[in-house]
């Protein structure tokens, strides 16, 4: 695929990305357009290699490696690379229902385990794929798909974000009537609220829900599940409900002083701040970085998304706690091809950090030990300690403490970005469904749970994930539910295949 010799003759051009000092004094994107030339050349470097490892979608170590909605990354880079671009669509729409989501968000298992990544720059896989769906928007190429026929059937869709909007799109092209509740007041869940302006636009966001709007799914949003409307009416009206909530559970941090004002779960930051750019008004309820000494606690991507914002509210300093150690500049043996490369990196947010600071704002093997309050209540500071990470008899890694490096750190806001649990304990009760581990008990590849006519996919079955994983659990769930109604179903599946 791709020229033959592309990957021997052409170099790997990264995104291009605005001047961090620029980019951090507004909320706009931070990369720029791809340009033709750029994706033709890239979609060069794609190489005959036989068995293409970047779309087996498969986990190895703990970690996504590939594609898990099994693109046809090696027909479409071919196909820019041939200047095709609307057949490299129709490739593209194959099987990912919203390119324009991962081709700016995901963190891209498919360059993991692309060939070319042995021993060179992985293929720019993401950044072929977004440009491919933004130029069918661009071209007008991308245009509502309204079914023919409506098979009678009713489906009531429980949360908007991908896993859930994957899932409403399949089914309604299959004739379906599908109404998608959503707790907030726009839909898109955690894309539209999650993820911060500057990494996903939510006009893009806004824009695949109006299309899907067009044809024919009905958004019903400021609805919560339970309190405007019960579980047993969404049954009793609706042939299948599908619970796509995500894993909005926070993990807490309950440590001594752990009730000062002034320390967030990251999520609640980042929806309000995106919320308020949206409506275009200024109500933080206290989250406002303006001026303070900020602390994120977590050191994956929430916690970046924290950064990033709390840099545009002009933060008087900030600082990353992780606690794993610093990952090294290239592969450990224990960590080879086609896995998920663990190595050192600086995002977006990172990179304006260091633009903006001098240097990295990352602190690595920490662990925080409390914090501290004056008198009113309000956060002053906290204390941490420096950990050491190393295996135990059994070969299980632990973290022990290391005396005398205990460390007070001043902080008027802290954000606590240390991960999900899974769902929400009021969807579960309401829908009488079985947990484990506050994840929806239903099976990959069958998405039923223990009650009839009910399913689950995505975080709130899975656990906490990638997007390209909810889009996955969408599109598969939709399969199962069609094949419910209707006694077999023509909807594409790769599990069911």
Not at 477 to 482: E, M, R, S, T
Request: net charge negative.
């Amino acid at each position: 695929m791709g020229k033959a010799t592309g990957f021997m003759e052409i170099e790997r051009e990264e995104t291009i990305e605005r001047d961090p000092n620029e980019r951090i004094k507004d909320w706009k994107e931070y990369s720029t357009p791809f340009s033709d030339d750029m994706m033709k050349r890239q979609g060069a470097r794609c190489m005959d290699c036989g068995t293409p490892f970047c779309h087996i979608g498969m986990e190895i170590d703990g970690a996504t490696s590939g594609c898990p909605v099994y693109n046809l990354i090696p027909e479409w880079n071919d196909l820019v690379y041939k200047e095709q671009w609307k057949e490299a669509l129709d490739r593209l729409l194959k099987t990912n229902n919203f390119p324009e989501f991962t081709g700016r968000v995901c963190p891209a298992p498919c360059e993991g385990s692309c060939t070319v990544a042995i021993s060179e720059p992985a293929v720019a896989i993401k950044n072929i794929e977004q440009a491919i769906i933004d130029k069918g928007f661009e071209e007008g190429w991308i245009t509502p798909r309204i079914p023919q026929i409506r098979t009678g059937k009713k489906i009531a869709i429980i949360g908007s974000g991908p896993a859930g909007l994957a899932a409403a799109d399949q089914l309604n092209q299959a004739g379906h009537t599908v109404t998608v509740y959503e707790k907030a007041d726009r839909a898109g869940g955690l894309l539209t609220y999650g993820i911060p302006n500057m990494k996903l636009d939510k006009d893009v966001v806004a824009r695949r829900v109006k299309l899907l709007e067009d044809e024919g799914v009905n958004f019903i949003v400021n609805t919560e599940i339970g309190k405007d409307v019960t579980g047993d009416e969404l049954k009793n009206s609706n042939d299948a409900v599908i619970l796509c909530t995500g894993a909005q559970k926070h993990r807490n941090l309950p440590i001594e002083g752990r009730e000062a004002k002034g320390i967030h779960y990251a999520m609640d930051y980042l929806t309000i701040s995106t919320k308020n750019l949206l409506d275009k008004k200024i109500n933080n309820e206290g989250l406002d970085a303006a001026g303070k000494d900020v602390i994120v606690i977590g050191g994956g991507d929430t916690g970046a998304d924290c950064i990033a914002t709390a840099l545009r509210q002009g933060a008087k300093s900030i600082t990353q706690f992780g606690k794993h150690p610093q990952l090294p500049v290239k592969r450990g043996s224990e960590n080879m091809w086609p896995a998920y490369p663990q190595v050192f990196s600086l995002e977006y947010a990172h990179k304006e950090a260091k633009a903006k600071f001098g240097e990295d704002v990352r602190q690595y093997s920490i662990q925080t030990k409390k914090f501290v309050m004056d008198e009113n209540g309000e956060l002053e500071s906290l204390h941490t300690i420096e950990m050491k990470k190393t295996r135990d008899e059994n070969g299980i890694f632990v973290f022990e403490e290391i005396p005398g490096t205990e460390k007070v750190w001043p902080a008027q806001l802290v954000f606590i970005a240390i991960g999900f649990e899974g769902a929400e304990d009021a969807i579960i009760k309401e829908f009488s469904v079985s947990a484990t581990s506050k994840k929806i008990d239903a099976e990959y590849g069958d998405f039923r749970t223990n009650v009839d006519g009910v399913f689950a996919a995505g975080d709130s079955r899975r656990g906490q994930s990638l997007i390209v994983w909810a889009i996955n659990e969408g599109r598969e769930v939709a399969h199962q539910v069609d094949g419910y109604l209707m006694g077999e179903s023509a909807l594409p599946s790769v599990v069911n295949a």
